[in-house]
């Protein structure tokens, strides 16, 4: 009886053995698959770069000189706000001011007076393209600065999924800065008659004061922006000229009583002229004038 017994248990121990040598070897040929999630190489990995001007003056829009890319280093597709593969959870991208450089761990939210890490006005790149694996993106955003944003130096940042949508590989890297100088702007230019470049003899009402334009050098078809004060709240039978030898009126895209957004018109020739703010369509009454050049691109 006890050889029977011994004998069943040697049996048992050594079947028991056989299955966990054979689950063993089953486990080295056939590994599970890897868990996805962050840290996984299958997660899509976003980055940005900016690039910019190196110095700004307050008031300056300077979107067009910002070059902003958008990358994916990861191994999966990043989905964009504007793309197929998940839109509602898709990365934006917000231009940051900052004076230091380092962003709290949350979405910028907008101003026009300054305020540290504040999202510049048209600033937030909101409608994004899916990102494949290894991929690039170019876009393009507006970028103003504050108008009484204090002399110094400071920091334009570009952050990349600001609202965290995206489940990346590592979350670190999704924001980049370049140093920009904003300077004291220049002393207001206040003129009393002098050349306007019509041709015409003018008074200049002293009220309505041209102080600057940007930017100063453009092309035909491209918009500048006129600061200074005392425009008026709405326009009017005001209009924007700009002269050399002749009138040429500006299209107003916006106006306020301290900002005037105007387009070149298509067909202007290369050369510098003379930007003013014109009563009524008399063209004997005026702002003070300042330069701008055109340019042929």
């Not at 028991?16 to 040929?29: K, P, Q, T």
């Not at 990358?71 to 999966?76: F, V, Y």
């Not at 924001?175 to 207001?188: D, E, L």
Request: hydrophobic share 35%.
């Amino acid at each position: 009886m006890k050889r029977i017994f011994f004998a069943s248990l040697t049996l048992s121990l050594t079947l028991c053995l056989c299955l966990m040598v054979e689950a063993d070897d089953y486990g080295r040929r056939n590994p599970p698959p890897p868990a996805v999630g962050i840290g996984n190489a299958s997660s899509p990995d976003l980055v940005v770069q900016i690039a910019g001007p190196r110095q700004a003056e307050p008031g300056d829009e300077i979107g067009r000189q910002i070059s902003v890319r958008a990358g994916n280093r990861g191994d999966a597709a990043a989905p964009g706000t504007d793309g197929r593969i998940d839109p509602d959870n898709g990365y934006m991208i917000d231009i940051v001011l900052s004076t230091d450089g380092r962003l709290p761990d949350r979405p910028a939210t907008v101003s026009r007076d300054f305020r540290e890490d504040m999202l510049l006005i048209g600033g937030r790149i909101s409608r994004t393209a899916d990102l494949a694996p290894r991929g690039l993106r170019d876009y393009s955003a507006g970028a103003e600065i504050p108008r009484n944003a204090p002399p110094g130096r400071y920091f334009i940042c570009a952050r990349i999924d600001s609202f965290n949508r995206v489940a990346e590989s590592d979350e670190r890297n999704n924001t980049t800065c370049f140093p920009i100088q904003i300077r004291q702007p220049a002393p207001p230019a206040v003129g009393v008659g002098g050349d306007r470049g019509d041709g015409v003899p003018h008074y200049h009402r002293g009220g309505v004061t041209i102080e600057r334009i940007n930017p100063d050098v453009t092309s035909p078809g491209r918009a500048i922006n006129i600061y200074g004060r005392n425009f008026g709240s709405v326009r009017g039978e005001k209009i924007v000229g700009i002269n050399r030898g002749r009138v040429n009126r500006m299209e107003v895209l916006d106006w306020s009583d301290d900002r005037i957004r105007a387009r070149v018109p298509d067909r202007l020739a290369s050369g510098n002229y003379r930007v003013l703010i014109y009563y009524d369509d008399s063209f004997r009454t005026s702002s003070n004038s300042l330069e701008v050049t055109i340019e042929q691109r």
